[in-house]
């Protein structure tokens, strides 16, 4: 088995190779054992790179355990992953899920502060990071991109 240099070299190939095929799982291993290697050699923003994408990958593939291998190694080469998506419903945290679901139920700002125990500025907060990771302009939308879900 190559090691160090010479296994980053191989496995850059196999990522090429792997790119251009419809092996999309595969591409996500070799992206991650790429990473993998790359941060063994001290590679660390080159390894961050490819294991970001690896992790996206598996992701889409449904590939949990790689997800949270490449998750695992992507903290091991210096990154805080935060959410896994930036953007849509899926990005939203918890507290902002609630706070949007309550507003486009039609609650106030200073009724969503009340429900919640925080203060108006938070539920303020809570919701203009919901706007831009929805990609809508304000409370009028957000009933049609909320699911009817309890908060």
Same mark, same amino acid.
């Given at each position: ?25 595969? %591409? ?20 961050? %790179?490819?294991? *970001? ?15 949270? %291998?490449?998750? #695992?190694?992507?903290?091991? #080469? ?5 959410? *896994? ?15 949007? +679901?309550?507003a486009a139920r039609g609650l106030s700002n200073r009724e969503i502060s009340e429900h919640l125990f925080v203060v108006? *500025? +938070?539920?303020?907060? %809570?919701l203009s990071s919901t706007y831009r990771k929805l990609g809508i302009r304000g409370r009028a939308d957000l009933p ?8």
């Amino acid at each position: 088995m190559a090691k160090g240099n010479a296994a980053v070299a191989l496995l850059g190939e196999a990522v090429e190779v792997l790119a251009e095929s419809d092996a999309t799982l595969d %591409h996500a291993r070799a992206l991650a054992d790429l990473g993998t290697a790359l941060c063994r050699t001290n590679r660390l923003a080159d390894a961050r %790179h490819h294991l *970001r994408h690896a992790a996206s990958s598996a992701e889409q593939c449904g590939a949990t355990s790689l997800v949270r %291998h490449a998750r #695992a190694e992507l903290v091991a #080469a210096g990154a805080r992953p935060r959410s *896994r998506a930036h953007f849509g419903i899926e990005s939203l945290t918890p507290t902002e899920r609630r706070v949007a +679901t309550l507003a486009a139920r039609g609650l106030s700002n200073r009724e969503i502060s009340e429900h919640l125990f925080v203060v108006r *500025r +938070t539920v303020e907060l %809570h919701l203009s990071s919901t706007y831009r990771k929805l990609g809508i302009r304000g409370r009028a939308d957000l009933p049609a991109r909320m699911p009817a879900d309890r908060p």
